[in-house]
């Protein structure tokens, strides 16, 4: 069955460093996600991309945070400049179409340790 | 903002019960709605999805929307060990999936 693939499965990383999360999508999916997922709360929105630009970014994307697909296959999420409070799940997400009939499936996952 | 309620829990059954979950939603024009299944420091995964009112079966589960009442359930026949969990329900808002905080669930064997 197609996966979602995310690199790394865990990364530390010291306050003020920027990070890349990578992702590979399903190869026919056409809309990508982030999300995030601060230990013991619930799971968040953070961006959605489709056609080579976001479609929708929730508060939490602010200007530390950007999206790219820099290859085809790659879909990548970069934190410029981390704050403690940044530590948390990031969930990479990708859907055929809209989502609403085909769902969404979700990446195993990075933990970001920001320290 | 939207947003999708449910219990936290823990929910607690016996091997072998019935675990009923719940969860409303406040967005009366949602259409699309899944259950995910979440283990401990692991990614959501999809167990069900129902788009219509009514009853959807499979397998152990079912899932039960009424639109009306903005509402949609989990119901899980046999409950097994393996069970034991956070059940995320989430509501297609915009193209975009809103989670609910979950609710553990514990099946005590």
């Known amino acids: 069955e197609p996966e979602v693939t995310q690199t790394p499965s865990h990364q530390v990383t010291q306050m003020g460093q920027e990070v890349i999360l990578r992702c590979v999508p399903i190869s026919n999916h056409l809309y990508f996600y982030w999300y995030r997922q601060i230990l013991g709360q619930k799971v968040e929105f953070l961006v959605s991309f489709y056609n080579n630009e976001i479609s929708e970014k929730s508060e939490i994307f602010d200007d530390q945070f950007s999206v790219e697909r820099p290859d085809g296959s790659n879909f990548t999420l970069k934190i410029r400049s981390t704050k403690l409070e940044d530590s948390a799940m990031y969930f990479c997400?990708?859907?055929?179409?809209?989502?609403?009939?085909?769902?969404?499936?979700f990446g195993s996952g990075t933990r970001l340790t920001v320290v | 903002q939207k947003e999708v309620e449910q219990n936290s829990g823990p929910l607690s059954v016996p091997e072998g019960a019935i675990a009923s979950l719940n969860c409303t939603y406040s967005d009366r024009g949602s259409q699309s709605f899944f259950w995910y299944r979440q283990y401990s420091g692991k990614s959501p995964e999809l167990i069900m999805s129902?788009?219509?009112?009514g009853d959807k079966e499979d397998g152990r589960f079912t899932a039960q929307l009424n639109k009306a009442s903005q509402y949609v359930s989990l119901l899980i026949r046999d409950s097994q060990p393996s069970d034991s969990a956070t059940y995320l329900c989430?509501?297609?808002?915009?193209?975009?999936?809103?989670f609910g905080a979950g609710t553990i669930l514990r099946v005590k064997s």
């Open positions: 129902i788009y219509s009112n």
């Open positions: 989430a509501v297609v808002f915009r193209n975009k999936l809103v």
């Open positions: 997400a990708s859907t055929l179409w809209e989502g609403e009939v085909y769902g969404y499936t």
